[in-house]
Each structure stands twice: as C-alpha cells, then as structure tokens.
C-alpha cells in the first residue's frame, strides 16, 4: 500500500517537471506517516513542504500542484486533500482496505512474511554480557530487544544469525578469579581482607564452596599469581552455563556463543593489527602502538597495544568484527548497553578502515531499567552484589510480562519496570490486555463451534457489509501490518510492535463489547468472524515476534 501510494506521488512529481509545472532536480526522500486521526486520512506526507525551498514557491502551493497532476490508474484513491501548511493526506477507497483480509485469512500465521531483506545477510550480536555475574533485568532488556529485532528482521526475509560473544579474557577475568580465590581461602576459614573492587555478590562465594567441594584444599598452599587465572575460567564457565539457563527460559536463543579467547587462539587479533599497519592507520608512540580513529571522525586516536606488550579490548573487537564480515555477513548489528555510548566512534571508524561501508554496520544502545517495588526502585550494582536478577524478575512475574515490559519504550529511552503492574490481571496490565484479546477471540470460535457455525473463506464473506468505523480501522491494521513490519526492520525499532497491540486490542475490546459477532444475521456473521479471524492471526504472529504466548482462554 504504502509502496503504491508513494508511486502515485512520485509520478506525479515526475509528471510535473516533464511539463515544467514543477523545479527539476534530484527527487526529495518521501515518507509516508500515518495520521493520528483518520480525518487526516489513511497516509500523509510532507513531500510539498520539503520541496518547497527549491520550488521557491509556499509549500501549499508546491502541495496542489502535485495533487492536480496525480494519475490514479490502480483505482486504489478515493480522495486526496492538501491540509494546514502543505501535508498531503490520502484516503483510499473502502473495497481496497478490505481486499487485504483476503491475504491475511489465507496465509494464517505466514501473514506478513516478506522478501524486503531477501538474499541479504545479517549478525545481529546482543547481549554479550560478561561471564563475571549473573544477568540482571538490564540484560534481560537488552536479550529481549535483540531477539525481537532479530525475529522481525526474519520474517520480512532476512536470513539473521544470533551471535553472544563471550569476553572470557583481560582484567575482569584476573578480578574475578581474584574474587573467587578469595572466598575460597575464606572458606577454609582464613583472614583476608577483600578488595573494594572485587566481585561481592553471593554468587562468588557460591562458586567458592563449589570449588573447595570438588577440589578440596588444593589451591591453599599455590601462589595466588599462579591460579587466579585458573580460578577465573572455572568460575567464568559456571556463571556462563548459568547466563544460559537463564536465556533458555526467558526464550532467547543464539546460533553462535564466540570467545575472545579463540580471537588469540587462532592469531586474527596480531594478524589484523598487522593488516592495519601496512595499511598506515597504526602508529608507536612512546611504546604503545595507536589506531589513526581521528581519520574517520573519531575524536582521538585510541590504543590498541599498551606499552607493556597487552592488547586492548579494541583490538580484539577490530578483528571480531573483521571475522563478522569475513563470515559473509551484509549487516551487523551489536546491541550493547548505554554504557558504551563513547565507543561506538572508534569502531565505525574501525569499520571503516578495514574497508566496508559504514552503513553496513549499526549500534543500537539499550538504556537502563529502573525496577520497582511496592512504590520503591530497588538499586543494583553486579560489583556490590545488589542487583536483582533475571533469573528473579521472570520467577515473580512470569517470562511472558518480563519480556513485553521490556518491550513498552524504545531503546535509548529508560525504562521504569513496574512489578506490581505486571503482575497484575487488569486492562491496566498492558501485556494481559493484548493477551487477553487474544483468548477473547478464542472464545469466540469455541462459541461458533458450539453452534456448529463454521468460519468462513474470504470468497463466502460479503466484506462490504463491515462498514462500523471500528471494523474499517480493524480491518486497515491488519492490512497494513505486512508494510508496518518492514518499517520496524528499516528502523530497527521493534518496541514499536507494543504500540500497535495496544492499539489493537483497545479498539477490538470495545467492538466487543459493543456489537455481537456471532447473531442471527447469518451475513453479518460470517463477515465478522472472518474479520476477527484476521485479528486472532495478527494478535498471535505479533506476540510470537516478541516472544510471547498467546492463550487461548485465561
């Protein structure tokens, strides 16, 4: 739809400057929004408004220029209307929004798969916690906006590869291993003093115990310089088979989990550092060896070899994602933690220095989770130990309310985390609202059953007979869901997909409760149940892209 209304504009432009009604030149981007209030029509653009400035003329004007010369031939435009300064608002005709039921009865749970990423490959890389602690609800939104995106992506044609990379060297290893040491020695019943710094949580002295039942007093009398290492891939493996567990149960699956460590196992970090050099773009100053990131927009140069002979973790990240592209990937994608916010120059410009396109490589930053509880934020720090896990969170509120909770704002805003809320069996509760949509339409079927009334195919249905206001906005939400999850692909903005239910569900609830579905007009009825039969499919493909159940009955 969108696709065919954008033609007509474009054409139309087109037309316009063969006939020197309109400025010649480069054709403005066009975007097509959909109005907030269907008095403004089914689709809206400013393209009259952007043009104006060369058109030299008012963008109104430059507006009913290109609405006099538009060529409808599809006959898919019931009226179009120039509004306020310059918007462009199109309504289409009524047999054409209803004509896309057909497609969504016919291809069920299909419906909205398509070819916009066909033959394109893409690594999505997300979560990548470090293996020194269990995941908190920070992780648990990043895990759930990478998998939502990655689900997205697939369904509009894109072949995507989950990947977790596991940063299981350098100095937070050394300060786990030290923790874990520690503790140990604690258990045995010795006096140390812990480091400020150190790993605090319980689960560090948990890993201590399990060390001194499976491997007694081994490591009591060995110099602390010659196990900590060993302390620290022990413990790294259990947390790691802990992070897990974790993501089996919260429904996160990855392709691939890559180590750091098989980075320097299999020589890619020096072997790309030299690549590098020869290439210019390494320098040795005062004993450290430097990336040139100042070349491609970076504000300073950035280390990738210290002076005492160590890589940094820069250089194991250029020749992790220079292993990304050698893989055959077209897009890459890290999902990471606000945190990171000041790295992401260095690598677009490490990107850019091993020779790929920038556009082929984005970051997406997930900010923080406030939790809440009984009216109080409940504070989390992985060092200290005061977090509260994943693992925790889902326990309490079930994995379906987890997720779509993590799923209600976009990524770089905070997110406030309402336990109570998503807890509760209320419309307030927004996940049980969608759900609850969901079963309503169950219900529903289970009635027609009932009455033996069987549902209907498209060629039995007289569609024009849904003519409520309710019904032509149900009907044109799910026609426009195929274009709406290309537009969460091209965005990478998959909390969008929240809205949408919302959206959805608040207006079916109403229609529910207002008209019958199942009455004694056979018409009627037979065209209704094939309306909500569209939703049901909708409601249940949506909540599969995030990760969520849809019941049948609750």
């Known amino acids: 739809m969108k696709k065919g209304v954008s033609g007509i504009i474009m054409q139309a432009i087109k037309r316009g400057r063969k006939r020197g009604e309109l400025v010649d030149g480069l054709l403005p981007p066009l975007t097509l929004e959909y109005p907030k209030e269907e008095i403004y029509g089914d689709y809206a653009t400013n393209i009259a408004m952007v043009m104006a400035s060369y058109e030299k003329r008012p963008p109104r004007e430059v507006a009913e220029t290109i609405v006099k010369l538009i060529e409808d031939e599809a006959g898919i435009i019931e009226r179009v209307e120039v509004a306020g300064p310059g918007f462009i608002n199109f309504f289409l005709k009524e047999d054409y929004w209803r004509h896309f039921l057909l497609e969504a009865a016919r291809e069920g749970e299909r419906y909205g798969e398509g070819e916009l990423g066909k033959g394109k490959k893409v690594l999505v890389e997300f979560l990548s916690a470090n293996p020194t602690g269990p995941l908190h609800i920070g992780h648990g939104r990043i895990a759930a906006f990478g998998d ?12 995507v590869e989950r990947e977790y990379y596991i940063n299981d060297i350098g100095t937070q290893m050394q300060l786990l ?153 077209n897009f890459l994608i890290d999902i990471w933690g606000a945190d990171h916010h000041g790295y992401i120059p260095r690598m677009e410009a490490a990107i850019q220095a091993l020779g790929y396109d920038k556009i082929s490589f984005k970051v997406i930053l997930v900010q923080l989770v406030n939790l809440w509880r009984g009216g109080e934020q409940v504070s989390m720090s992985t060092r200290t130990g005061e977090f509260t896990t994943l693992q925790e969170v889902m326990g309490e509120v079930g994995v379906d309310a987890c997720r779509y909770f993590f799923m209600l704002r976009r990524a770089d805003s905070p997110l406030d985390f309402d336990l109570e809320l998503a807890k509760r069996e209320a419309a307030e509760n927004p996940v049980y609202y969608v759900q609850y949509a969901h079963a309503r339409i ?16 498209f060629d039995e249905v007289d569609t024009s007979l849904l003519r409520l206001p309710e019904e032509r906005w149900l009907v044109k939400q799910v026609a426009i869901f195929p274009e709406f999850l290309e537009g969460l692909a091209v965005s990478l903005e998959p909390h969008r997909l929240t809205s949408y239910l919302q959206d959805l569900a608040g207006v ?22 094939l309306l909500v039969k569209t939703i049901k499919g909708v409601l249940q493909s949506s909540l599969g892209l995030l990760g969520i159940t849809a019941p049948e009955e609750m």
């Open 442 to 457: 169950a219900s529903i079927f289970k009635k027609a059953a009932k009455q033996v009334i069987k549902v209907p195919t």
């Open 148 to 159: 939502a995106l990655a689900n997205i992506l697939e369904k509009v044609g894109y072949e």
């Open 177 to 329: 291993g030290r923790s874990v040491y520690l503790r140990y020695l604690q258990e045995w019943g010795k006096e140390v003093e812990f480091p400020a710094d150190g790993y605090q949580g319980e689960y560090v002295k948990e890993i201590a115990r399990q060390v001194k039942g499976k491997e007694g007093n081994k490591y009591i009398t060995l110099p602390e310089r010659e196990i900590v290492d060993t302390l620290g891939q022990k413990a790294s493996e259990t947390i790691l088979r802990w992070i897990k567990d974790d993501l089996k149960g919260f429904r996160i699956r990855f392709n691939s989990w890559y180590r750091e460590r098989d980075l320097y196992r299999g020589g890619l970090v020096p072997q790309i550092l030299e690549e590098l050099r020869g290439r210019d773009y390494i320098y040795e100053e005062e004993g450290a060896f430097w990336f040139k990131s100042t070349l491609f927009g970076d504000e300073k140069d950035r280390v990738v070899v210290r002076a005492n002979g160590a890589t940094t973790y820069f250089a194991s990240d250029i020749a992790y994602h220079k292993d990304k592209y050698d893989r055959g990937y």
């Open 508 to 529: 079916f609830h109403g229609y529910y409760n207002k008209h019958r579905v199942i009455s004694e007009d056979k018409e009627m009825t037979k065209a209704r149940l």
